[in-house]
């Protein structure tokens, strides 16, 4: 009933720059944090970068000044800019919101099914 679909994955050489996108559809009611976690094969997953409603930013240490996260609420959509690509950033990156689904009729954690992002050196 709630669905987050990413986009925007795909091979890039290091330094270069990829843009994610994730939209979130179905039965909501209202989205509160959304954000970007990514894992890497043998790792455990880990927060990218997070935004509020009102666009409040928090990022990993790894990936500031790098990386820029943003929203658009009208469209239910959050974005994730990455320039500058490393090899140390290829991972499956995942889409995650906090959101009230009025079918549900409380507040949820969800994921989407993830895009494969690989810098090559």
């Known amino acids: 009933q709630v669905q987050l679909v990413e986009s925007g994955g795909g091979l890039v050489q290091t330094g270069g720059s990829l843009r994610l996108s994730c939209a979130a559809s179905?039965?909501?009611?209202?989205?509160?944090?959304m954000g970007w976690y990514r894992q890497a094969p043998g790792k455990q997953r880990e927060l990218v970068a997070g935004?509020?409603?009102?666009?409040?930013?928090n990022y990993a240490d790894s990936v500031k000044g790098r990386f820029t996260i943003s929203r658009d609420n009208a469209k239910n959509t959050v974005y994730l800019q990455m320039n500058s690509l490393k090899p140390e950033d290829t991972a499956v990156y995942y889409c995650?919101?906090?959101?009230?689904?009025?079918?549900?009729?409380?507040?949820?954690?969800?994921w989407g099914q993830g895009t494969q992002v690989t810098v090559s050196s």
């Open positions: 995650n919101a906090d959101l009230v689904s009025w079918v549900v009729g409380r507040a949820g954690n969800y």
């Open positions: 935004i509020t409603p009102g666009g409040i930013t």
């Open positions: 179905g039965t909501i009611f209202s989205i509160n944090k």
